[in-house]
Each structure stands twice: as C-alpha cells, then as structure tokens.
C-alpha cells in the first residue's frame, strides 16, 4: 500500500504549523465551505478556463483548507482571511500551492485509486 504522508508541516510568518489528514467530518466540512464561499457556483468555477476563475477557485480551497485544517494560522492572521488584500494574501497562497496542495493532491488521488478499485471489485462481485 502506498505511503501517503499523514502530516505536511509549512511555515508562515515564521511561525510553523502543522496540518493532518482530515477526518471524514473535517472533509465534509471543507467540501461545505468550498460552496459556501463560491456562492453555490463551486463546480461552474472549476470547469472554466477563466485564469481569474482558477485563481478564485485556488483562494477558495486555500480558505477552506486553511481554515479546518489550520485554524490557528487563521487566529494568528488576526484577520478575516476574505477580508485580506488579494496582494497581502498571496504569501499564504504561495505557500498553500507550493506545500499544502501538493499534499492534498497525493491522497485525494489515492482515495480515488482505492474508490475505483472497490466499486471495480463489487461490480465484480455482482457479476458472479
């Protein structure tokens, strides 16, 4: 089985902090907040080849990641990170893109691997 990371560790602001895999209530929750803070039109955004879409689409994942799996880097911030300048937020940015998506990326797609590898067995399954 392969070896995804439990833990990322990324530094802001010289401080250092530390996010963990989320639980099945903490994925819920950052899927619910991707919609909250697109108004609805997650999905839409996703598929459009807009770049200031996939910029917004990225600044919302960050938010919503941030904020369940991070929330003391948010607290730290002292600020509302929606009310942050677009420019004062991009160090937060740079370091979601750079360290944490990466992450995020690794064991979404393994989820995938292993969902599409049950649904294939039951499917199996179901044939017999």
Same mark, same amino acid.
């Given at each position: 089985m392969k070896n995804i990371e439990r833990k990322v560790s990324i530094e802001i602001s010289g401080k250092n902090y530390q996010?963990?895999?989320?639980?099945?209530?903490?994925?819920?929750?950052?899927?619910?907040m991707k919609h909250r803070l697109s108004g609805g039109l997650y999905s839409e955004?996703?598929?459009t080849s807009l770049v200031s879409s996939q910029n917004t689409i990225n600044?919302?994942?960050?938010?919503?990641?941030?904020?369940?799996?991070?929330?003391?880097?948010?607290?730290?911030l002292k600020i509302d990170v929606s009310k942050l300048d677009i420019i004062d937020s991009l160090p937060l940015l740079?370091?979601?893109?750079?360290?944490?998506?990466?992450?995020?990326?690794?064991?979404?797609?393994? +989820?995938? @691997?292993?969902? %599409?590898?049950?649904?294939?067995? +039951?499917? @199996?399954?179901? %044939?017999?």
């Open positions: 996010l963990v895999r989320p639980n099945n209530g903490q994925l819920i929750q950052i899927e619910v955004m996703v598929f600044t919302i994942d960050m938010m919503a990641h941030m904020t369940v799996l991070c929330p003391r880097v948010i607290v730290d740079k370091v979601y893109m750079q360290k944490v998506h990466p992450w995020i990326t690794e064991w979404q797609n393994f +989820i995938q @691997e292993v969902s %599409a590898f049950l649904a294939k067995d +039951i499917a @199996e399954d179901g %044939a017999e």
